[in-house]
Nanobody, 125 residues
Framework: QVQLVESGGGLVEAGGSLTLDCTAS????????LGWFRQAPGKEREFVAA????????YYGDSAKGRFTISRDLVKNMVFVEMNSLKPEDTGVYYC??????????????????WGQGTQVTVTS
């Protein structure tokens, strides 16, 4: 079965950078899109970024544009998000999600998607 494991979360000062990674297993992922959502306490789950695994075509949520960069290594079945110029409002649990036969912008939508357990990102003032 498909499994997603996130890592790289932690504590960082405002203005700093952090890179998260997601390792996928249990399938071949050339026909998948993978991405990231986040959720802060008392807030709705928010789309961050996603990428088509075969072509490497990225798609970003509004909060990520200009600051975050998503990339993938199809050979290793990994997805990364490099987060720069971090702000306290970026604090939250970041989740990796995978969808087969979906475009990057459709990741996390209705259907049989897969989710990781999440990794905590805390940005201090």
């Amino acid at each position: 079965q498909v499994q997603l494991v996130e890592s790289g979360g932690g504590l960082v000062e405002a203005g700093g950078s952090l890179t998260l990674d997601c390792t996928a297993s249990g399938d071949t992922f050339n026909r998948y899109a993978l991405g990231w959502f986040r959720q802060a306490p008392g807030k709705e789950r928010e789309f961050v970024a996603a990428i088509n695994m075969a072509a490497g075509t990225p798609y970003y949520g509004d909060s990520a544009k200009g600051r975050f960069t998503i990339s993938r290594d199809l050979v290793k079945n990994m997805v990364f998000v490099e987060m720069n110029s971090l702000k306290p409002e970026d604090t939250g649990v970041y989740y990796c999600v995978a969808d087969k036969y979906k475009t990057a912008r459709a990741v996390g939508g209705a259907g049989a998607n897969y989710w990781g357990q999440g990794t905590q990102v805390t940005v201090t003032s």
